[in-house]
């Protein structure tokens, strides 16, 4: 399959998700000739405002859909929004808000993703792995919602009145961290003297508790090549802190040697014990 014939679908929870998360991956791939998309979960309302932004919270839901509008272009994705409310992180009074994420009927919720699927006919649908990253109930909604609709998309039986026909993905990819890097990541601080249990700006990030086991990762996707794009995409979310965060702490050949490869999980079909492969769509 030539890469103008392959369409990829992510699944993602907030307005930056596609650029601070696997940015390098879309970027990677829309410009090799991928059709990309991006389904945005949320309208980002609860996000954090990085201390320089100087904008009106009041207008912040306007604010962060023009930074997406401006770093999908960079990326060279095409974004379709959900249409939910943002959750906030744990114990956020946001998450209590019946119209956000966390809260949507799950027979609605999958039908939407559902829909985007038989109408984009994607060979490759990523989204979030079962733990969120770091734990966000937005993600790990992500990663439910998803999965289902993968498996939803087609099957004949399941929301038959939503069109066109059935259509079932060849693969489905969770996005993860091996334990590695974020070891890695937390000697580092140390070294710095911050505590990576208390990291974020608003502390309440744990790094110890994110990760996955190395052996886990089935998938790498080397965007070196690709850096500047995703650093450009990152620095569209001003809202956010326009940036990525390790752009602050490495020099750029320390970055793109430590993190210019993004790495997944092969759900579906999974992958023999112990094999690996580079890039989602290996293979097709």
Same mark, same amino acid.
């Given at each position: 399959?030539?890469?103008?014939?392959?369409?990829?679908?992510?699944?993602?929870?907030?307005?930056?998700?596609?650029?601070?998360?696997?940015?390098?991956?879309?970027?990677?791939?829309?410009?090799?000739?991928?059709?990309?998309?991006?389904?945005?979960?949320?309208?980002?309302?609860?996000?954090?405002?990085?201390?320089?932004?100087?904008?009106?919270?009041?207008?912040? *839901?306007?604010?962060?859909?023009?930074?997406?509008?401006?770093?999908?272009?960079?990326?060279?994705?095409?974004?379709?929004?959900?249409?939910?409310?943002?959750?906030?992180?744990?114990?956020?009074?946001?998450?209590?808000?019946?119209?956000?994420?966390?809260?949507?009927?799950?027979?609605?919720?999958?039908?939407?993703?559902?829909?985007?699927?038989?109408?984009?006919?994607?060979?490759?649908?990523?989204?979030?792995?079962?733990?969120?990253?770091?734990?966000?109930?937005?993600?790990?909604?992500?990663?439910?919602?998803?999965?289902?609709?993968?498996?939803?998309?087609?099957?004949?039986?399941?929301?038959?009145?939503?069109?066109?026909?059935?259509?079932?993905?060849?693969?489905?990819?969770?996005?993860?961290?091996?334990?590695?890097?974020?070891?890695?990541?937390?000697?580092?601080?140390?070294?710095?003297?911050?505590?990576?249990?208390?990291?974020?700006?608003?502390?309440?990030?744990?790094?110890?508790?994110?990760?996955?086991?190395?052996?886990?990762?089935?998938?790498?996707?080397?965007?070196?090549?690709?850096?500047?794009?995703?650093?450009?995409?990152?620095?569209?979310?001003?809202?956010?802190?326009?940036?990525?965060?390790?752009?602050?702490?490495?020099? *750029?050949?320390?970055?793109?040697?430590?993190?210019?490869?993004?790495?997944?999980?092969?759900?579906?079909?999974?992958?023999?014990?112990?094999?690996?492969?580079?890039?989602?769509?290996?293979?097709?």
């Amino acid at each position: 399959m030539s890469a103008s014939q392959r369409r990829l679908l992510a699944v993602l929870a907030h307005p930056d998700d596609e650029s601070y998360g696997m940015g390098g991956t879309l970027a990677r791939y829309s410009r090799e000739g991928v059709d990309v998309h991006v389904a945005i979960a949320t309208d980002g309302a609860a996000g954090s405002i990085d201390a320089k932004w100087q904008g009106d919270r009041t207008r912040l *839901v306007e604010t962060r859909a023009d930074e997406l509008r401006r770093a999908s272009t960079v990326l060279g994705v095409q974004i379709h929004m959900l249409g939910y409310r943002d959750s906030g992180y744990i114990g956020d009074p946001a998450g209590e808000d019946p119209r956000a994420w966390i809260n949507a009927d799950p027979n609605e919720a999958v039908g939407r993703v559902v829909k985007l699927i038989r109408e984009l006919r994607p060979d490759v649908l990523v989204t979030n792995d079962e733990t969120g990253g770091y734990y966000h109930p937005d993600h790990i909604q992500c990663c439910t919602i998803a999965t289902a609709a993968f498996y939803a998309a087609g099957d004949p039986y399941q929301y038959p009145d939503i069109g066109p026909e059935p259509f079932q993905p060849t693969r489905l990819y969770y996005s993860a961290f091996s334990h590695r890097w974020v070891r890695f990541l937390m000697i580092y601080m140390r070294l710095k003297g911050q505590d990576p249990t208390r990291a974020g700006r608003n502390h309440d990030i744990d790094y110890s508790r994110i990760g996955l086991p190395h052996e886990m990762i089935t998938t790498t996707v080397d965007y070196r090549k690709y850096w500047d794009v995703k650093v450009a995409a990152s620095a569209e979310h001003g809202s956010q802190g326009g940036g990525t965060s390790f752009n602050r702490m490495f020099p *750029v050949w320390m970055q793109k040697l430590l993190f210019g490869y993004e790495s997944y999980i092969r759900v579906s079909p999974p992958l023999a014990p112990g094999k690996k492969e580079k890039g989602l769509f290996a293979g097709l």
